[in-house]
């Protein structure tokens, strides 16, 4: 494998859960742990990658969907939490905090198992809510989910990125007509809250730069949206930039995805 391959797998996404997988060489790291121990060690051996391969855990937040198998998987691995100062105050008052801990402001960059970590802070009702963009080489990995709307913190941290993973949560006529209290519509519609289809289609097609090869879009919800409605978006979306060219995906909450390989070649 060459120095500059990336691979990424979604391991499951949505508000019952989410964890991300990203490989280059000898390197693995996960984007949250928020399965339990257990599944998340059975969604990774699925996978093809051994548990214990697993480097580090990079937090986005501290919501029970991304947060909660970080301690006891971080733990029983004996590896580190890479997470905002502020998560990690939350999480340690929630005594969910493993032996392990780095903490980071959001807006820093760092080096983590040979990727170099750029972190953004992004709007949404946790503590200390960021996304990530991970680089080897040239090679480039943006992910942003649980946000509320795209800023230019968000667009020039995602904009040329070679791989492209966000958030795409509800469909507006369907949140509309749910079951939800009013509140809890309010709240995902909010700044704070989630990127719906339409949004996420829109911001998308400016993130979407010469660069990009990869879209896998997250966090869809099982209630107020649809896996085809999203992956129909998305197919439209793309054909009206002329880019059907690129590897789409919409991640699962109940499954793993096959993974993507980005090289610098190009080729899956
Ligand atoms: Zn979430
Ligand atoms: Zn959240």
Redesign the pocket.
């Known amino acids: 494998m060459s120095r500059q391959t990336m691979t990424f797998t979604a391991l499951g996404s949505g ?1 019952k859960g ?1 964890a991300f997988a990203i490989q280059s060489g000898d390197s693995v790291i996960l984007v949250d742990a928020g399965f339990s121990c257990r599944e998340l060690c059975c969604r990774l051996t699925r996978a093809g990658i051994a548990p214990d391969s697993v480097q580090a855990v990079l937090l986005t937040h501290d ?1 029970t ?2 947060a909660c198998g970080c301690r006891v998987f971080c733990d029983k691995m004996q590896i580190p939490l890479y997470s905002a100062s502020l998560t990690v105050d939350y999480l340690d008052n929630m005594e969910c905090l493993p032996a392990r801990v780095f903490e980071f402001q959001a807006g820093s960059r760092f080096e983590l198992a040979g990727f170099e970590v750029s972190t953004f802070p992004v709007s949404h009702d946790a503590c200390d809510p960021v996304g990530f963009v991970l680089r080897k080489g040239e090679t480039s990995l943006g992910i942003a989910t ?1 946000l509320g709307i795209a800023d230019d913190t968000v667009r020039n941290a995602l904009t040329g990125c070679n791989m492209l993973v966000f958030e795409s949560n509800y469909d507006l006529a369907m949140l509309e007509t749910s079951k939800r209290p009013p509140m809890l519509k309010k709240r995902i519609r909010s700044f704070k809250g989630h990127l719906g289809n339409t949004d996420s289609m829109q911001e998308l097609t400016r993130l979407i730069s010469e660069e990009t090869r990869m879209v896998t879009l997250v ?1 869809v919800s099982r209630e107020c949206n649809d896996y085809t409605l999203v992956e129909e978006a998305a197919r439209e979306m793309l054909s009206s930039i002329h880019r059907e060219d690129l590897y789409l995906d919409v991640a699962r909450q109940e499954d793993i995805r096959a993974p993507f390989t980005f090289d610098r070649s190009g080729a899956q």
């Open positions: 508000s989410n919501h969907d991304h649980d966090h």
